[in-house]
């Protein structure tokens, strides 16, 4: 297993969510983190829709309201704790998740 240090927990606001870019042996990884309360999700930033990036600017993955995860292309929502889609075109289908581990000084890895 290969792990990457992303950032601390602190380091993303709550309700908000950050992207990275991991080189990783297969190529780039595209992903973003999203906090709520104090539990922290991965995802790949991909919709299952048309497989495209969620965000038009960097950081930028949250609804208006700062419950869901959006597509910044047609506006699905997903949910922050499981990445289920639940309004939009892709309804029914997922987010890919990302395995985390966060150590006990909050320091969030990427496990792949």
Same mark, same amino acid.
């Given at each position: 297993?290969? *792990?990457?240090? +992303?950032?601390?927990?602190?380091?993303?606001? =709550?309700? #908000?969510?950050?992207?990275? @870019?991991?080189?990783?042996? *297969?190529?780039? +990884?595209?992903?973003?983190?999203?906090?709520? =309360?104090? #539990?922290?999700?991965?995802? @790949?930033?991909?919709?299952?829709?048309?497989?495209?990036?969620?965000?038009?600017?960097?950081?930028?993955?949250?609804?208006?309201?700062?419950?869901?995860?959006?597509?910044?292309?047609?506006?699905?929502?997903?949910?922050?704790?499981?990445?289920?889609?639940?309004?939009?075109?892709?309804?029914?289908?997922?987010?890919?998740?990302?395995?985390?581990?966060?150590?006990?000084?909050?320091?969030?890895?990427?496990?792949?």
């Amino acid at each position: 297993m290969t *792990q990457f240090f +992303l950032c601390s927990k602190q380091d993303i606001p =709550d309700q #908000q969510a950050r992207e990275f @870019k991991v080189e990783t042996d *297969q190529g780039q +990884l595209d992903l973003f983190l999203v906090r709520q =309360d104090d #539990q922290v999700h991965a995802y @790949k930033n991909q919709c299952p829709h048309l497989e495209i990036p969620l965000n038009w600017q960097p950081d930028q993955f949250m609804s208006v309201d700062g419950i869901n995860i959006q597509c910044s292309t047609h506006g699905a929502l997903f949910t922050i704790d499981k990445g289920n889609c639940i309004i939009g075109p892709c309804a029914g289908e997922n987010l890919r998740v990302l395995t985390l581990e966060q150590r006990d000084d909050d320091e969030v890895w990427l496990q792949l």
